[in-house]
């Protein structure tokens, strides 16, 4: 028995394509819109090419139904592209025996392109209603049905089609993901006015999103398909390899001077940061419009790209400026972080010395949709059988890229199933977790390592201020592990994560294991400076 695949698309849905990744199956055979010419015949439509379309096939789509698409097939699959719109005054009573498939796509990308073919389109010419009428019917009947969506098709065609091919029961086919540039033997006679783009593609194009304004002369019709879509969107095939905030696909960053998506954020083979981890970093919040103690993160940066010996730095209203910029291009005004990175630049050839450095620094402002990572759970810690540096190796002052020090130590946390590491100095005393500092709490003093081994992190320090503003005992000290075995609290501190209590450090209860007085205290303290404090957004 054949398997008859009708997929009902909207126009401009990247249908195109998927027919030509069905083509490259060996069991399907394709068939590319056969009731085009029943639609233009019933519709009067003037599309481009209907004189063509309307001599080329047979326009009595009750016939077409019978003779084509019920009829028997050589191959054991068969796969029909079909416009949803084509669907009209025909006896549906065919769609029971074949596997529907509705492909949709975000009108806010799809209203832009088909205007290039149909100037002034309504909500027929976009498919959009009768998908969704589709829909609700096939459901009422219980029949099996699949929404694609198009940009998840895109970001992750691997992914989608896998997806799909399970639900239709096949076998997914690799050959799905590429074909050879150029038309097809399938290709309906309309191919020279629809299908420039997809000739020219050898697989599926990268999903970009659309940087041009949304015209607003279709602001309009775009209100009408927008519920349709939605409703459709709602019961797509999803990426499963999805972004813990979907919004990051489509950020931009800022990289070397230019802001560009994120799929184009990339720098040289020959940047330092590449070839040694030379670079430089910072770690900022925005909160509420404002970016929280953006004076003393720009003040680091300098401080880390002089200590670096960075031939030139850009200036502090020169990198504002590029923040700024990028928060404003990506909307970000809130539950923002930004990573501030500044390399020593490109090299003419690869190799260590900063004499190859001939083209100066190149800073990237890459700003994230992230919520402070920890939430509000309480963290395990393991310590790590790697030591922190001590300034006779790296200086921890430098707020510097070559993390691998970090990094094992936060393997040892992963592979023991925890949130991070604690990481010892050379001597053996506490310096700080692979990521943040530590903080903790004996007999309501607060107490933290001396910054000689660890990052003085400016969380850290404003914790040291607060304190202090608010008569609460506190003092930087040389502190052994098990002084933190045995501390009443313990929590860590940083930009990603703000304060987070610590439950449990080498499997050790610390406390009763719950978060301490002192710890929500200073929470509240902080997030009260969060909300009232920080350099405001100029847009
Ligand atoms: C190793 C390390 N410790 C501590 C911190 C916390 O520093 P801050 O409070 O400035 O974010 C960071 C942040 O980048 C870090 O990488």
């Known amino acids: 028995m054949t398997l008859r695949i009708h997929l ?28 085009y010419a029943h639609f233009l015949r019933v519709s009067g439509a003037a599309h481009p090419g209907r004189d063509e379309v309307l001599r080329a096939q047979d326009d009595d789509g009750a016939r077409v139904v019978r003779e084509q698409l019920l009829a028997p097939c050589d191959r054991p699959v068969q796969f029909v592209k079909q416009m949803a719109h084509h669907l009209v005054d025909l006896d549906r009573s065919f769609l029971r025996d074949c596997v529907n498939v509705i492909l949709t796509r975000d009108p806010r990308d799809m209203l832009p392109s088909l205007v ?42 691997r992914g989608v089609l896998a997806q799909l091919c399970a639900r239709l029961g096949l076998a997914f086919d690799e050959a799905m993901l590429s074909w050879e540039s150029g038309p097809r033997p399938e290709d309906g006679v309309w191919a020279p006015h629809w299908y420039h783009n997809v000739h020219r593609s050898t697989g599926f194009e990268r999903y970009e999103p659309k940087s041009a304004p949304f015209p607003a002369r279709l602001e309009a019709l775009y209100a009408e398909c927008k519920p349709h879509y939605e409703e459709l969107a709602a019961s797509a095939l999803r990426v499963r390899t999805r972004l813990p905030d979907p919004r990051n696909e489509h950020i931009w960053v800022h990289v070397g001077g230019k802001l560009v998506p994120r799929a184009e954020a990339k720098v040289s083979v020959f940047d330092s940061s590449v070839q040694g981890g030379d670079a430089c970093w910072e770690g900022l919040r925005v909160y509420d419009g404002r970016v929280f103690q953006l004076d003393l993160h720009l003040e680091r940066l300098e401080h880390s790209a002089r200590a670096l010996a960075f031939e030139s730095c850009p200036s ?16 970000m005004r809130d539950q923002a972080h930004v990573r501030l990175t500044l390399t020593r630049g490109e090299k003419l050839t690869s190799g260590m010395t900063p004499r190859n450095n001939v083209f100066g620094p190149c800073l990237i402002v890459l700003a994230e949709w992230k919520a402070p990572v920890y939430g509000t759970r309480m963290l395990e810690l393991v310590t790590s059988s790697w030591r922190r540096n001590p300034p ?36 053996g005393y506490v310096s700080e977790t692979n990521a943040t500092n530590l903080f903790l709490v004996r007999k309501g003093e607060v107490q933290t390592p001396f910054a000689d081994h660890c990052l003085p992190g400016i969380t850290r320090g404003t914790v040291l201020e607060l304190c202090a503003a608010n008569a609460i005992p506190c003092r930087e000290r040389r502190l052994s592990l098990t002084e933190f075995y045995a501390a009443d609290e313990v929590f860590t501190t940083g930009t990603m994560g703000e304060l987070a209590p610590v439950r449990a450090i080498d499997r050790r209860r610390i406390g009763d294991g719950t978060v301490g007085p002192m710890t929500r205290r200073l929470q509240s303290i902080f997030t009260d400076l969060t909300r009232r404090t920080g350099t405001p957004l100029p847009f």
Not at 125 to 144: C, I, V
Not at 322 to 329: N, V, Y
Not at 402 to 422: Q, S
């Open 8 to 35: 009902w698309s909207g126009p401009r849905n990247v249908s195109t394509a998927l027919m030509y990744s069905f083509a490259q199956r060996a069991d399907t055979r394709i068939v590319d819109e056969p009731l």
């Open 316 to 331: 502090r209203d020169t990198i504002r400026r590029a923040l700024f910029e990028t928060l404003e291009k990506n909307g």
């Open 392 to 427: 006779m190796c790296v200086d921890s002052k430098i707020h510097h890229n070559n993390l691998i020090n970090n990094i094992l130590a936060k393997i040892e946390a992963d592979h023991a199933g925890v949130d991070d590491a604690v990481m010892l100095d050379i001597e």
């Open 116 to 157: 290039n073919q149909v100037p002034e389109p309504t909500l027929r010419d976009t498919a959009y209603m009768m998908q969704t009428q589709l829909l609700r019917e096939l459901r009422a009947r219980n029949q099996p049905v699949v929404v694609l969506d198009s940009r998840e098709l895109l970001v992750d065609p």
